[in-house]
């Protein structure tokens, strides 16, 4: 009898686990960039001045020494994934082409 109220309360006890739910951390990965300093970026700037604001990117592009791409991803414990990233492309030693979803999410959006 003592062998089964034993063999009993494991088993409530465990059953019971399945319906807790288990902390799961938040995970951040890559550059993260503010909307300050998003809004500092403009056309014309060096790759450097770029780097003094922004910071060196986590991804560096070996193919192309002219595009760097800044990306941060955040997941939540239970939670989807997001992602930003922010893409410049320089020509002649300066950038020229701003994209991705941080820029567009910052900049353009603000002035509508």
């Known amino acids: 009898m003592r062998k089964l109220l034993i063999i009993m309360s494991l088993w409530i006890t465990l059953s019971g686990?399945?319906?807790?739910?288990v902390h799961r951390m938040d995970v951040e990965q890559g550059n993260y960039?503010?909307?300050?300093?998003?809004?500092?970026?403009?056309?014309?700037?060096?790759?450097?001045?770029?780097?003094e604001i922004v910071g060196d990117p986590i991804l560096a592009n070996v193919f192309?020494?002219?595009?760097?791409?800044?990306?941060?991803?955040?997941k939540p414990g239970n939670g989807e994934m997001t992602e930003k990233y922010l893409t410049l492309i320089f020509r002649n030693g300066h950038l020229s082409t701003i994209n991705g979803n941080m820029y567009s999410q910052?900049?353009?959006g603000s002035h509508n």
């Open 17 to 21: 686990c399945s319906y807790l739910h």
């Open 64 to 74: 192309d020494k002219d595009r760097i791409d800044y990306v941060y991803t955040f």
């Open 33 to 51: 960039i503010t909307p300050e300093m998003v809004s500092k970026i403009h056309p014309g700037m060096t790759q450097a001045e770029v780097k």
């Open 106 to 108: 910052y900049i353009k």
